[in-house]
C-alpha cells in the first residue's frame, strides 16, 4: 500500500559523491515532511536531513555544507546530494514520510572506504 524506494547507494572513495533517491508510493506526498535517517553499527538512528518544502530544510550538524536534500512533488521523489564523503558517513540510510505518523524505506547500505 505506501511504498518508499530508495536507489542509489553503494561504496564510493573518501571525498567522492553519490546521489540517493526515494520514491514514494501511497500516500500524499506534497503533505508529508520527507526525511533521511542513518544508522551505523553500534550507533543509534540519526536524523541527516529533512525538507517539508522545498525552502525549508533542516540538516544534521554533521552533514552540514555537504549534503543538500530536495523534492519533486511532481515525481513524489526525494533525494540526497551527498558531496565530500567521509568514512564516519557510513551507514544504512533510511528514507522517512512523516505526518501523523511514519513511513520507511527499507534502507540502502552507503560505504565510505578506500
Known amino acids: 500500500q505506501v511504498q518508499l524506494v530508495e536507489s542509489g547507494g553503494g561504496l564510493v572513495q573518501p571525498g567522492g559523491s553519490l546521489r540517493l533517491s526515494c520514491a514514494a508510493s501511497?500516500?500524499?506526498?506534497?503533505?508529508?515532511?520527507m526525511g533521511w535517517y542513518r544508522q551505523a553499527p553500534g550507533k543509534q538512528r540519526e536524523l541527516v536531513a529533512e525538507i517539508t518544502q522545498p525552502l525549508l530544510t533542516n540538516y544534521a550538524d554533521s552533514v552540514k555544507g555537504r549534503f543538500t536534500i530536495s523534492r519533486d512533488n511532481t515525481k513524489n521523489t526525494v533525494y540526497l546530494q551527498m558531496n565530500n564523503l567521509k568514512p564516519e558517513d557510513t551507514a544504512v540510510y533510511y528514507c522517512n514520510a512523516r505526518l501523523f505518523h511514519h513511513f520507511w524505506g527499507q534502507g540502502t547500505q552507503v560505504t565510505v572506504s578506500s
Open positions: 501511497g500516500i500524499n506526498f506534497s503533505r508529508y515532511i
